[in-house]
């Protein structure tokens, strides 16, 4: 059904944006936390110890892998429902070994921005990329054949 009026027809087209503008936040959001890791695995991996993070060098190795690809894939639009949920993983415990005793302000490293991430990555599992996304490439021509 085509919308009514011009206002409802310019926001069908908006559509799209918020989701790829989520999708670009969180990438930029998590290349820096990646590269931090990679940079330095075996201080991420004693750190991960003493927050009582059961094998710590392996998790930061998923830690830091799940976050680097997550930049890559969310960047395209490729695999974002996919990817979304060990990101999701990652922010949960994140706000629960790290950011949860600060309380919920941001500027006392509390759980807020883990928290905001969280909620963004769940409107990507739910609503998946958009039609800016290699993702919706994949579809269209899947379903031109």
Known sequence: ??????????LVWLQDWPLLFMRLVLAYGFFTPAKTKWSDISSIGAWFQQLGIPLP?????????????????????????????????????AIRTVHWSNGFDAGNNGFEIPLYYLIMLFTLLVYGPGKMS?????QRNKQSR
């Open 1 to 10: 059904m085509k919308p009514a009026t011009p206002l409802a027809r310019f």
């Open 57 to 93: 060098m392996l998790n930061a190795y998923l830690a830091a892998g799940t976050e680097a690809l997550g930049v890559v894939l969310l960047t395209l639009g490729l695999a974002t429902r996919i990817i979304s949920i060990p990101l999701m993983v990652v922010m949960c415990v």
């Open 134 to 138: 290699v993702d919706h490439l994949i």
